[in-house]
Nanobody, 126 residues
């Protein structure tokens, strides 16, 4: 059974940084397919913020609101998907989820993902 586990969330002040991590198990590795980070704030829909392809060249895609501030990456040796978040803003406050699919490509729509973690909370204060 594929499992994704996020970690690294916390509370920071605006302008601060956090790095989220996602580990996989159950036969799925970070090289198995596309992976992504999503977030969901209270009362809002889940939104895709960064995606990375299965390919060795790790093609990435970002939501406009985080491009230039967030960086998605994967470490095949450690089997970790990461999201480095810089210049955090109060509007980045949300539950952050790791998602995975066996297919490749980069997509920010949740319909393209088969597996989800339980999330890690990020809170940014002004």
């Amino acid at each position: 059974q594929v499992q994704l586990v996020e970690s690294g969330g916390g509370s920071v002040q605006a302008g601060g940084s956090l790095t989220l991590s996602c580990t996989t198990s159950g036969g799925y590795t970070v090289s198995s397919g596309r992976m992504a980070w999503f977030r969901q704030a209270p009362g809002k829909a889940r939104e895709g913020i960064a995606s990375i392809s299965r390919a060795v060249d790790s093609i990435t895609a970002y939501r406009d609101s985080v491009r230039g501030r967030f960086t998605i990456s994967k470490d095949g040796a450690m089997n970790i998907l990461s999201l480095a978040m810089n210049d955090l803003r109060p509007e980045d406050t949300a539950m952050y989820y790791c998602a995975a699919s066996w297919r490749s490509g980069t997509f920010l729509d949740p319909v393209y993902y088969d597996y989800w973690g339980k999330g890690t909370q990020v809170t940014v204060s002004s």
